[in-house]
């Protein structure tokens, strides 16, 4: 009998250019509206001249595992797939925006037809054994769909040794994106 | 020290979340303000339907068991005010034609499926308590259902009216406990929310009551408004402070709400909230109807009442509408 | 006829919408594809396809899939055939759809008319369109000579009109991107190493684990590959040095990022040389047995020591020892890489060519993570009609103007000298923005245009050079249309790769084989193409061992992957006149130049100005992408802004987000503000902008008027005497606050 599959990502953020190739291969994938997307790009500089450090990261909804979305959604439109991620089903929202205020990180929003809406992480490919649509096309591989139930581990390998971290971790979403830190040095 | 600089650019397109959250406009305001005069309406009225009932205490009775007016414009205006809120929340949905699903299902982890049934399960007792206050008016229409109706809830009205006041209080409380489990919207994410609409929605109740109540029952309205506004004073105190005291996000939210110079139309959050709100709509009354309390008459007594309603309406904006410009939870 | 003396004569004529696309055809089209139905495709395979080709947003011309349904492209993936994307695709790559679906595309052939004083256009017909072209061009050709006929192009379908042209005599070819951006890159390693840099450049980056580069923008310029590289090297342990005026992408993966000076990388560059030859870090073995002129380069650098190179680069000596001596203790799998677009001054060529002479001076030819020579696919070469005798091979007047096989015969600057001289009267513009292409800058550029007596453009778009043109033939996109192989260009897996169309030319616009195969008959040139584009292209695979039909499939021709890394005791050699890496060069000093790198001093900012650099941003292609609102819908995209040091906006009292005019040394205002980035991310005497914005065609509906341009400020140019390549890094800016 196959293993539940509980998906997530893993990006790497040393390697990403904040190319934005993510946000438009997931617009084409998912007929997003404009005005909207479903991921986005980030580049973050700290520091003053000359001393400077930079992180790039591509940024979607984190598929929580206490998500609050979930647990906010007054029809169960916004629930959990098992497969580790969150989904929606249009037919059962009534775009009451409850689920836009419940997400900590902005990750979600009514999409002109009337439902709620966000990344995702392209059901309709990940349950055919393809990479989503960002994976697909990430030229830096930044980017990497997987499977936390793997038994052949790949995403800790990938995690292993790095300064990893997870975003708003205290907010106690248990976020499905893991991130490597920018300030890892090459090759660790 | 030197301050360090982060800059942040993002490819981010969703105009419900940038600048700032934006999910919310006028409907849900005037919803929370319905609904929580609604509550209150109930609490109030079916309360003193109980004490009248069960201990004689109260304004007298227009006879044959049919209470004051007040009582009975009361308990017919809490079930329309709140079809009227409801009209606003139906705007505001996105997906209108799906409103149904709230009623296919109960998720027990989200207050707004809690508050979708409590406003179905508000309606028929209210409207039964309507209908028995008023029944001298009724009787007279002499409909068969009507008139089996008001018997069945003239029988049970100590229980009636006593779940009543219970939905009256879930009512007005249930709208703060729905902003206040979001978290990640830190001016909304305090523990004293729900009790703030409440002791508002029955302030505005109140004051609703003394400006369609009969002079001679106004002084009744008057006590009872006065009490709820200084319950409300403490509550609010104790929500500001408890958000001032707290972690950065609570803290920057509240200087943000009280302290902000965000604007509303045309006026910055803080002259709304300590001018409008505090002055006009929480002391002034409170003085005045000190005043009256005390036996000094004023010229133009139903300035506080009013004065009232508007605080109790500028609270449900200000709240709605800082909650969303303050930046999400860090 | 009274060309030329009449003023307004090639006045600008503003494209009535009746003649583009216009909205009422498109918006089926744009409303389902680009905004979308808001569902994921669940996946039907009855009336999908995939048809696989290669993209035309830049030159790595990598393959893509393009995903057509209902007659429509709805996604344009990575082609996982293709070596240069390996299954990635850029944000140019996947945006072609806003391209092909844009609502400003031109749809008709127009011909300028004059009635009553005023110029207008006029739809035509092919025929007519054509054969006005050819009459026009045949009696140019008979009264002025071929010489008299030049085409500009830029874009790969050129390779139709280049043969049409050569069959009728003309070979006078020119493409800007060789005067203003690689052209030193491709002379600079031909005089040291005897070949290219290549596009992709042979550096091994992803086995590297030390490369520096020197104003590079990798992440921000999307090269598909290269990022690939660059991406693998780092999880493998690539440490990256970046000398940039400005804190690029790159410089945040950097392990050091020097903020050198503008202008100043040949010192640095020779400081470095200096202390890998003084403390003896040089490969000396690679050195003696394959180099020559080490003794004049050391004359040369000897000078320029590390202190006296900080004073000039404004970096710390230390730190330049630091990365000479990290540089040669990661030696050979540490290179410097030679970047893309490279001609900023006027010494270009020899900036590359210390680039080279650093990459030799380690001994990191052909090792893993050094200077690596691909190979190409041995495709056999096209049959081609006979050319009558031309009467000369090269046109250009700089000596050492290329030495590749040339596809082009003169620098573009040099048309637009020609032209003002008299000595060419008739453009043949393919997918060149003639007016916002920097060659001398946009004045001169304007005064060219007037004064050129018949200017056909080819183009897509109603770019603003369609404005001046005295016929504007509309080119189908690239995703509509059969061009020849691209099967040139060495890679570490050599390929060959086709376009094919994905769907049918949109409205009256065609493929330009259709178009150059028209004027070639009209012109009377038989037997120049076959019957068709499929015919031609299947007999060339045929001879290849393959077939159209068979390629179709795949869109690529793979070979066996280049074998790149040295023997022990491999004898190397190079196409250079010494045979050997020519640290000094033979035929620079031939033709009277330098034959080391000379540091020259370059022009500094008049008080209370700035130097504007420039760049890319990753999801754009200037031109091509201007207009693409499936592109240009993310906030980053939509307008550039001008980077501003803290302290220089404290100074000009500017702030974050505040509208300004820029002005330059020679009080050229910028039509349109721009907006102010205050940023710790460049130093205090540079700003930078990325070209491409401030385009002034009201026709171009989303572009009209976003941000600034970058080339209206360009008043100043140098030219590279040896190879024509034109520089405009010296260009000033102030602030002009909006009132």
């Known amino acids: 009998m196959a293993k539940q599959k509980n998906f997530g990502m893993v990006i790497d953020t040393r390697v990403c250019v904040a190319c934005s190739a993510c946000v438009y291969a997931c617009k084409s994938e998912n007929g997003v509206p404009e005005g909207y997307c479903r991921d986005w790009v980030v580049q973050e500089t700290d520091g003053t001249y000359p001393k400077l450090r930079m992180e790039n990261r591509s940024e979607r909804c984190q598929h929580c595992e206490h998500a609050p979305c979930v647990t906010y959604c007054p029809t169960g439109a916004s629930h959990y797939a098992g497969d580790g991620t969150v989904q929606i089903k249009p037919h059962r929202c009534t775009g009451c925006k409850a689920c836009l205020a419940a997400c900590p990180y902005d990750a979600r929003f009514v999409n002109p037809r009337g439902y709620a809406d966000k990344c995702s992480l392209c059901q309709h490919r990940i349950e055919k054994g393809l990479d989503t649509a960002c994976v697909s096309v990430c030229p830096t591989s930044s980017l990497n769909l997987v499977d936390f139930n793997d038994p052949e581990g790949k995403a800790v390998s990938m995690m292993n040794g790095k300064e990893v971290y997870r975003q708003k971790e205290h907010a106690g979403t248990s976020p499905s994106l893991y991130w490597i830190s920018a300030s890892n040095k090459p090759g660790a | ?330 | 006829m009274s060309h030329g003396q009449d003023l307004n004569r090639r006045d600008f004529i503003k494209i009535s919408s009746l003649f583009l696309a216009g909205s009422a055809a498109m918006s089926s089209q744009i409303g389902q594809t680009l905004t979308g139905g808001g569902t994921a495709f669940a996946g039907n395979a009855g009336d999908e396809r995939v048809v696989y080709s290669f993209c035309e947003h830049c030159f790595w011309r990598c393959g893509i899939a393009a995903h057509v349904r209902d007659g429509k492209i709805y996604k344009i993936t990575g082609s996982e055939h293709h070596p240069l994307s390996n299954g990635k695709l850029c944000p140019r790559g996947t945006g072609g759809i806003g391209q092909i679906y844009d609502p400003d595309r031109l749809a008709h052939p127009l011909i300028r008319e004059r009635k009553g004083g005023k110029s207008t256009y006029r739809k035509a017909t092919w025929d007519e369109a054509i054969t006005l072209t050819a009459e026009k061009l045949y009696q140019i050709k008979e009264k002025y000579g071929p010489q008299a006929i030049a085409m500009l192009h830029h874009g790969y379908g050129y390779t139709f009109f280049k043969e049409m042209f050569k069959s009728f005599g003309v070979n006078k070819f020119a493409k800007p991107s060789f005067d203003f951006c690689c052209g030193p890159r491709h002379q600079g390693y031909i005089l040291t190493y005897g070949h290219s840099a290549g596009t992709p450049e042979g550096i091994d980056i992803e086995n590297s684990k030390y490369v520096i580069f020197f104003g590079t923008h990798y992440g921000e310029n999307m090269h598909n590959t290269a990022v690939q590289e660059i991406s693998e090297g780092i999880r493998r342990g690539l440490k990256i040095v970046v000398f940039d005026p400005r804190f690029s992408t790159l410089a945040g993966k950097a392990e050091k990022w020097l903020p050198i000076k503008a202008g100043t990388d040949i010192a640095m560059m020779q400081a470095m040389m200096n202390v890998l030859i003084t403390e003896n870090l040089y490969d000396k073995e690679f050195v003696e047995e394959n180099t020559v002129g080490f003794d004049e380069l050391w004359a040369e650098v000897r000078e320029m020591t590390p202190e006296k190179a900080a004073e000039i680069t404004d970096i710390p000596a230390e730190d330049i020892r630091e990365v000479a001596r990290r540089f040669a203790s990661y030696a050979p799998s540490a290179a410097v890489h030679p970047g893309r677009r490279t001609q900023w001054y006027a010494d270009g060529t020899q900036r590359v060519r210390c680039i080279a002479i650093l990459n030799a001076l380690v001994g990191n030819y052909k090792m893993p993570g050094g200077v690596v020579k691909y190979e190409k696919y041995k495709l056999p070469k096209a049959p081609h009609h006979h050319y009558p005798a031309f009467e000369k091979e090269i046109w250009s007047q700089y000596p050492l103007f290329t030495d590749i096989k040339p596809s082009n015969t003169m620098a573009s600057h040099e048309v637009m000298q020609q032209t003002l001289n008299d000595e060419i009267k008739a453009w043949f513009v393919y997918g060149v923005n003639v007016p916002e292409t920097i060659t001398l800058g946009r004045t001169a550029t304007l005064e060219a245009i007037n004064k050129v007596d018949f200017l056909v453009a080819v183009d897509t778009l109603p770019m603003e050079v369609t404005g001046y043109a005295d016929v504007v033939l509309p080119e189908c996109t690239y995703l509509e249309r059969y061009d020849d192989l691209d099967g040139g260009r060495p890679y570490r897996t050599p390929f060959v790769a086709l376009r094919q169309p994905a769907v049918e030319p949109m409205f009256d616009s065609k493929p330009g084989n259709e178009i150059a195969r028209m004027m070639a008959d009209k012109l009377g040139l038989h037997g120049v193409f076959e019957d068709s584009v499929e015919e031609y292209l299947d007999k060339r695979l045929k001879t290849a061992g393959s077939s159209l039909e068979e390629m179709k499939k795949t869109g690529v021709l793979l070979a066996e992957p280049t074998d790149l890394y040295r023997k022990p005791g491999e004898k190397l050699k190079f196409k250079t006149p010494s045979g050997k890496i020519e640290l000094a060069s033979s035929k620079m000093k031939e033709a009277g130049f330098s034959a080391v790198p000379k540091y020259i001093k370059h022009p500094e900012a008049p008080e209370g100005y700035y130097r504007i650099l420039t760049g890319r941003k990753p999801m754009l292609t200037f031109g091509r992408t201007a207009n693409n609102r499936f592109l240009n819908e993310l906030p980053t995209a939509r307008e550039n802004d001008i980077w501003v040091n803290p302290e220089v906006a404290k100074q000009h009292g500017l702030t974050n987000g505040e509208y300004v005019h820029l002005k330059n040394q020679a009080g050229v205002v910028s039509d349109y503000p721009i907006k102010v980035k205050v940023t710790e991310r460049i130093r205090k005497d540079a700003v930078y902008m990325v070209h491409g914005y401030g385009h002034y065609f009201k026709k171009l509906k989303w572009a009209y008027k976003r941000g600034a341009s970058h080339n209206q400020l360009i008043s100043q140019t140098e030219i590279d005497k040896a190879i024509g390549a034109v520089g405009f890094q010296n260009n000033f800016v102030t602030f002009i606050k909006e009132a």
């Open chain 2, 1 to 330: 020290m030197t301050e360090m600089t982060t800059e942040i650019i993002s490819t981010k397109l969703n105009p419900n979340v940038l600048p700032h959250l934006h999910i919310w406009e006028w409907h849900i305001p005037l919803y929370l303000f319905l609904g929580g005069i609604a509550g209150g309406l109930l609490v109030i009225t079916s309360i003193m339907i109980i004490l009248k009932r069960k201990f004689g205490i109260g304004p007298k009775d227009e006879g044959d068991g049919c209470p004051c007016l007040a009582v009975r414009i009361g308990s017919l205006l809490s079930p329309v005010l709140l079809g009227i809120g409801m009209l606003f929340l139906f705007l505001d949905l996105a997906h209108p034609l799906y409103v149904w699903a709230f009623y296919t299902t109960i998720q027990p982890t989200s207050p707004m499926s809690a508050g979708s049934w409590i406003l179905i399960a508000f309606f028929p007792l209210a409207v039964l308590q309507a209908m028995l206050v008023n029944k001298k008016f009724l009787r007279e229409r002499n409909i068969g259902i009507v008139n089996k109706l008001i018997d069945w809830t003239e029988d049970h009205l100590t229980l009636v009216a006593l779940i009543n006041s219970q939905i009256g209080v879930g009512i007005g409380i249930y709208t703060g406990i729905l902003l206040s489990f979001f978290y990640a919207r830190p001016l909304w994410s305090s523990s004293i929310l729900g009790m703030l609409f409440l002791v508002s929605g029955i302030s505005s109740a109140a004051a609703l009551m003394m400006l369609f109540s009969p002079d001679d029952e106004k002084p009744l309205y008057s006590k009872i408004d006065a009490n709820a506004l200084w319950i409300e004073l403490v509550v609010v105190g104790l929500f500001v402070l408890g958000g001032i005291t707290g972690p950065a996000n609570n803290s920057g939210a509240m200087m943000h709400l009280i302290g902000g110079d965000y604007q509303m139309a045309g006026m910055s959050y803080m002259v709304w909230f300590w001018g409008v709100f505090m002055a006009l709509g929480l002391l002034i009354p409170l003085f005045l109807e000190f005043l009256e309390a005390a036996g000094v008459h004023i010229k133009f007594p139903l300035v506080a009442p009013v004065l009232v309603l508007i605080g109790g309406l500028v609270l449900r904006f200000l709240i709605v509408f800082a909650g969303q410009t303050y930046h999400t939870f860090m």
